[in-house]
């Protein structure tokens, strides 16, 4: 990009919230404004920041700001709370040496001291057009001048955690990219599984199970369960299912399946309260008459785990889901010493209980 090139107000319309990351011919021919800025959704100490979407994207510019020939001599990382500020700014007013631009990247600006700071808004006043300057951090103080400022003159890229629903269908974009499937049912899911790990962890979990199906296979309950560790025929999920179905014996003869798990009890009841209370949730959500999208968003879950409800509801009123929860609530504290019975007692009679009722 050259000083002549950079004035054009074409550069400047980029700056602001992108809803999606730039491509690489985008990046290469300096479509952005000279200042980037790599962070979090959300308002103060809430912001929350996906770490691995975002080394995707710093890799992406890394890769692709500055010509590859010289990149060694065009690239500067640097630590809002290690640098000197008269070194960063050095670095980020020098020309590029032999090729057009040069990248600056400034990671931990959330940790970066106020004299940075206030450097930081003398060289906003007259940025060099031949640097890209790159800001990461979350969260950032956006009431102070120089992040309000930085909002409207950068391209802003957010990296918030992905809800249930979006991580689904990351899910079955990953398995893609691989040429593999992964049915909508089943990322539904595992995104309710996974969707409380950081995103690293998720994107192994769809490693493995790629390896497991092969080449152009389809991802199956199997290859799920193997994946996550889990019994194929004796895993949480069916307990839930026959329990909200009213399956009494089969039912019983899963518990005492995953009962053979040491302190399973415990983790057993917080799952009963978990679904059960997203399930009357849905029900509330429904009875205002939101469709299983709307539901979803609202609760930051999987559409296809709002469609499996939606049966349920016709034999769980929100009376009988109170009453559940109430017999959940007794069983929780009833675990932890109200009771002299032993753990696995207690999940049977909750089990027993649960099962009339529905």
Aim: with cysteine; hydrophobic share 45%; charged share 25%.
């Amino acid at each position: 990009m050259s000083r002549t090139a950079s004035k054009s107000p074409s550069l400047h319309a980029k700056a602001g919230v992108w809803k999606r990351l730039p491509t690489v011919e985008e990046i290469s021919t300096g479509v952005l404004p000279p200042l980037v800025l790599f962070t979090g959704a959300g308002k103060g100490k809430e912001e929350g920041f996906e770490e691995y979407r975002m080394e995707e994207a710093f890799q992406l510019f890394w890769k692709h700001v500055t010509d590859e020939s010289m990149a060694d001599f065009n690239r500067d990382l640097f630590n809002a709370d290690e640098v000197r500020s008269e070194e960063l700014f050095a670095q980020a007013s020098s020309f590029p040496m032999m090729a057009e631009r040069r990248l600056v990247v400034l990671r931990r600006c959330e940790k970066a001291s106020a004299a940075l700071l206030n450097d930081l808004l003398v060289y906003l006043d007259r940025p060099s057009p031949s640097t890209c300057l790159l800001l990461v951090g979350s969260p950032l103080d956006k009431r102070r001048k120089v992040w309000t400022r930085v909002l409207q003159e950068a391209a802003v890229f957010e990296f918030p955690p992905l809800s249930a629903m979006q991580l689904a269908t990351w899910l079955v974009a990953c398995c893609r990219e691989q040429g593999r499937q992964l049915p909508e049912h089943l990322a539904g899911m595992l995104a309710d599984q996974l969707v409380s790990a950081p995103l690293r962890m998720a994107r192994h979990e769809v490693d493995k199970l790629c390896l497991l199906v092969g080449e152009g296979g389809t991802v199956d309950e199997e290859a799920v369960a193997t994946a996550l560790g889990m019994e194929p025929q004796r895993k949480t999920y069916d307990l839930l299912t026959t329990v909200q179905e009213g399956r009494l014996t089969e039912s019983l003869n899963i518990l005492q399946s995953l009962l053979r798990v040491p302190d399973n009890a415990f983790m057993l009841c917080g799952m009963f309260g978990k679904s059960l209370g997203r399930l009357w949730f849905i029900g509330q959500l429904s009875a205002r008459g939101l469709g299983t999208a709307d539901i979803a968003a609202r609760l930051s879950v999987s559409e296809y785990s709002v469609k499996i409800s939606m049966p349920l509801l016709r034999r769980w009123s929100l009376e009988r889901l109170e009453e559940a929860l109430r017999l959940v609530l007794e069983a929780d504290m009833a675990l932890k010493g109200d009771s002299p019975l032993p753990p696995d007692l207690i999940l049977f009679q909750l089990v027993v209980n649960l099962c009339r009722l529905s």
